[in-house]
């Protein structure tokens, strides 16, 4: 093996599962994948909760058609048919009116002028801010060319970007979100259909990836953090390991960094790291599944702190995004809980319902800072050192910090690595 090129991943999130996933086989380089903790998956995890007694994932994921990189990396470790497609419709429930309506996204972008395709009480003239969203400014801010303050605002742009950039519109980069619009919604229905995971997000992207790279003989080391990278002229010469194992880099190996970004900060200084963003609260409800089975898959809230709320099998999933600006912030646990169910149970239309079991979920520094300053600072592929690559939500692929970005960076990494 040692005549072979060693090619180490740290970090087992998708972008290092995506990263190892292409390089295990090359029959000119040998893979070792290392992992902090117990488990691949990262943030992209699921596991048995003990108080719901059900299997959850460590956040509610949002995924569309339009995430092809997600849609493929799930068709190559064989698990396609873990992830089902829905039509392009989003239900949403106003909580301060008690109205309920449903977006079906239009074949066409063109086919939002239609009246029934926007949210009600929207007029066409409430359109009129998207072209300065188009030709937003790297330094704007969603708030900033989105000026009018009406029905779309709130039934729309608001909750869109706290949704997909986990940021306040103040705050939120407007480029980001444009070129989210633009994979998206800008291209119509065909990139709009949500996509699930019935079994969860590890069944269907984690652990058959993990199963693959076992068969290719890819080395795999969990509770195996790197604690130091040793460089000298310019390339990483060795890893450290905190079992005090410490890896000697030959003149043809490389380093593929997977981490998120504070970690890859305290590893390598030298490298350009957004800051830390918002924290993202989930709270799951384990239900009668009688009402479970009467709620749909997904829907979007407006009018109070929940955002929205996932269906998986008889478990309610509420996500609250930007959770530092939510009114839930600064409550303990079970209050949080008893105002959010509140919300869940009038959504659902049973007021008096209660929850089985319930569990609050903080995700800390959920995403990097998806603000204009924060978004600049996103790394390449390319890491400071020559046999070292980045990779991780937070590079530069020009995507919001998903799934998808993840999987798109450690391609590109993989792609750095020298053929022979
Ligand atoms: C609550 C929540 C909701 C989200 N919602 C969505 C959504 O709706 N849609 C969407 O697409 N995305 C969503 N995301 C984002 C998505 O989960 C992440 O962008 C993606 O999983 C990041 O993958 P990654 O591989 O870059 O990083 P991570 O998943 O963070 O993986 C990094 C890995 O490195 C390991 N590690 C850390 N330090 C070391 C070390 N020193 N040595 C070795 N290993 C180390 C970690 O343990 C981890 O396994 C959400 C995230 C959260 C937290």
Redo the contacts with the bound molecule.
């Keep these: 093996m040692r005549d072979l090129a060693q090619v180490h991943v740290?970090?087992?999130?998708?972008?290092?599962?995506?990263a190892a996933l292409d390089l295990a086989g090359r029959p000119d380089l040998h893979v070792t994948l290392?992992?902090?903790?117990a488990?691949?998956?990262?943030?992209?995890?699921s596991y048995h909760d003990a108080r719901l007694d059900r299997v959850i994932d460590?956040?509610?994921?949002?995924?569309l058609s339009a995430?092809q990189a997600?849609l493929d990396h799930a068709a190559r470790i064989g698990a396609a048919e873990r992830l089902t497609l829905a039509e392009p419709l989003f239900p949403f429930h106003d909580l301060a009116s008690a109205t309920s309506w449903q977006l079906r996204v239009p074949d066409h972008p063109l086919g939002a002028l239609r009246p029934g395709t926007r949210p009600p009480g929207t007029r066409l003239s409430d359109l009129a801010d998207l072209p300065r969203l188009l030709t937003a400014g790297a330094d704007q801010t969603v708030a900033q060319v989105i000026r009018r303050r009406g029905a779309l605002w709130r039934s729309f742009w608001e909750p869109m970007t706290i949704?997909v950039l986990?940021c306040p519109p103040e705050q939120a980069s407007a480029r980001l979100l444009r070129d989210t619009l633009k994979l998206t919604f800008l291209k119509g229905a065909a990139a709009c259909r949500p996509v699930f995971a019935p079994a969860g997000l590890g069944p269907a992207l984690v652990d058959p990836a993990v199963a693959q790279l076992r068969a290719r003989g890819a080395a795999l080391h969990f509770r195996?953090?790197?604690?130091a990278l040793e460089q000298a002229d310019g390339r990483a010469t060795a890893l450290c390991?905190s079992d005090g194992a410490r890896i000697a880099l030959g003149p043809r190996d490389h380093v593929i960094l997977?981490?998120?970004p504070q970690?890859q900060k305290?590893?390598l200084p030298q490298a350009r790291t957004p800051a830390p963003g918002m924290a993202?609260l989930?709270a799951h409800f384990r239900v009668e599944p009688t009402l479970a089975a009467a709620q749909p898959p997904l829907l979007g809230l407006l009018g109070g702190a929940a955002q929205w709320i996932f269906r998986r099998d008889d478990v309610l999933s509420v996500?609250i995004?930007a959770a530092e600006a939510s009114p839930l912030d600064p409550l303990p646990p079970g209050q949080a809980l008893e105002r959010i169910w509140t919300e869940v149970a009038q959504a659902a239309g049973a007021p008096a319902a209660r929850p089985l079991a319930s569990r609050l979920?903080r995700?800390r520094q959920?995403?990097f800072d998806q603000s204009p300053q924060e978004v600049r600072q996103r790394p390449g592929a390319q890491g400071p050192l020559a046999n070292l690559l980045l990779?991780?939500?937070?590079?530069a692929t020009g995507l919001?910090?998903?799934?998808?970005?993840?999987l798109v960076?450690?391609r590109a990494a993989a792609a750095l690595i020298p053929q022979p």
């Design positions: 740290i970090g087992a999130g998708l972008a290092g599962l995506a290392h992992e902090a903790t488990n691949a998956g990262g943030l992209c995890r460590t956040g509610n994921h949002l995924m995430n997600v949704g986990n195996h953090p790197l604690t390991f997977a981490l998120p970690a305290a590893l993202i989930n996500t995004s979920i995700m959920a995403t990779a991780g939500a937070q590079q919001p910090c998903t799934l998808e970005s993840a960076s450690g």
